[in-house]
């Protein structure tokens, strides 16, 4: 994603989620599968999906009398300028101090618990980015402390 798309509200990232994972949608396509989590209008979904075109996140295409909906950006490039986002503006930059605070804390859900496998999975990768090349120890003992 470039830095000239914006950042999507809640209410967009909804709609990004579905058109990830159905991939190109209509309108009642994407209001199908949102209604199973909360109540919404097909004008709501309409509008909102009207204004990410505007936006630049969202492209549409016509087909016969259909409007059918696709993500600009992927999941991974939006997920990518969100954290980047929040690494600079909460964290001052420190990327540790990201994953740090993520495995500490109440973001880790018991769907996401350490094992074994996922624990090695996080050091590889840790330990092969910088800046947490010079600090392994440091991570692998808060992977301990936490798979405890």
């Known amino acids: 994603m470039t830095a000239a798309l914006?950042?999507?509200t809640d209410g967009e990232l909804a709609i990004l989620r579905v058109l990830w994972d159905k991939g190109p949608s209509t309108v009642r396509e994407?209001?199908?599968v949102m209604t199973e989590a909360r109540d919404l209008g097909y004008t709501t979904v309409l509008k909102m999906l009207q204004i990410m075109t505007?936006?630049?996140l969202v492209a549409r295409?016509?087909?016969g009398r259909s409007h059918v909906?696709?993500?600009v950006a992927s999941m991974e490039q939006t997920q990518g300028h969100l954290v980047s986002d929040l690494l600079e503006k909460a964290f001052a930059g420190s990327a540790l101090q990201l994953v740090m605070r993520a495995l500490q804390d109440r973001f880790i859900r018991e769907a996401d618990a350490f094992t074994p496998g996922n624990r090695t999975e996080?050091?590889?990768l840790a330990a092969s980015h910088?800046?947490?090349v010079s600090m392994p120890g440091k991570l692998a003992q808060a992977l301990a402390d936490l798979a405890g």
């Open 130 to 132: 910088s800046p947490f």
């Open 69 to 71: 909906y696709e993500a």
């Open 61 to 63: 295409e016509e087909q």
């Open 54 to 56: 505007e936006k630049g």
């Open 122 to 124: 996080v050091l590889t």
């Open 30 to 32: 994407v209001l199908d």
């Open 6 to 8: 914006p950042k999507p």
